[in-house]
Nanobody
Framework: QVQLVESGGGLAQAGSSLRLSCAVSGRTFSWYAMGWFRQAPGKEREFVATIALSGGSTYYGDSVKGRFTISRDNAKNTVSLQMNSLKPEDTAVYYC?????????????????WGQGTQVTVSS
């Protein structure tokens, strides 16, 4: 079993930055591709970013490309999401997810483990 706990959410002004972290425990972290998703009220869960096992491959959703950066530290069992140039439309609950696979994925159903989510609210 894998446990994921997100932190770092909160209230931010448009144009500012936030950094989300996800602590992973329970299994060998380096066996899992990791992803970040978000869900705004009344909307479906949206892919944000994903990173491969070694961190050498990353992929981003079109709405965050160039503003967000995903990274991982396999020694500390953490994955982070640096969010810059925040916009009000980035407001959502952000979820960390783990996928026991060598490959990354952008579809929520491809991930077997999820955190509880952390709220990010961006004011204009």
């Amino acid at each position: 079993q894998v446990q994921l706990v997100e932190s770092g959410g909160g209230l931010a002004q448009a144009g500012s930055s936030l950094r989300l972290s996800c602590a992973v425990s329970g299994r060998t972290f380096s066996w899992y591709a990791m992803g970040w998703f978000r869900q705004a009220p009344g909307k479906e869960r949206e892919f944000v970013a994903t990173i491969a096992l070694s961190g050498g491959s990353t992929y981003y959703g079109d709405s965050v490309k160039g503003r967000f950066t995903i990274s991982r530290d396999n020694a500390k069992n953490t994955v982070s999401l640096q969010m810059n140039s925040l916009k009000p439309e980035d407001t959502a609950v952000y979820y960390c997810a783990a996928r026991h696979s060598i490959s990354t994925a952008t579809i929520p159903s491809s991930y077997g483990y999820w955190g509880q989510g952390t709220q990010v609210t961006v004011s204009s």
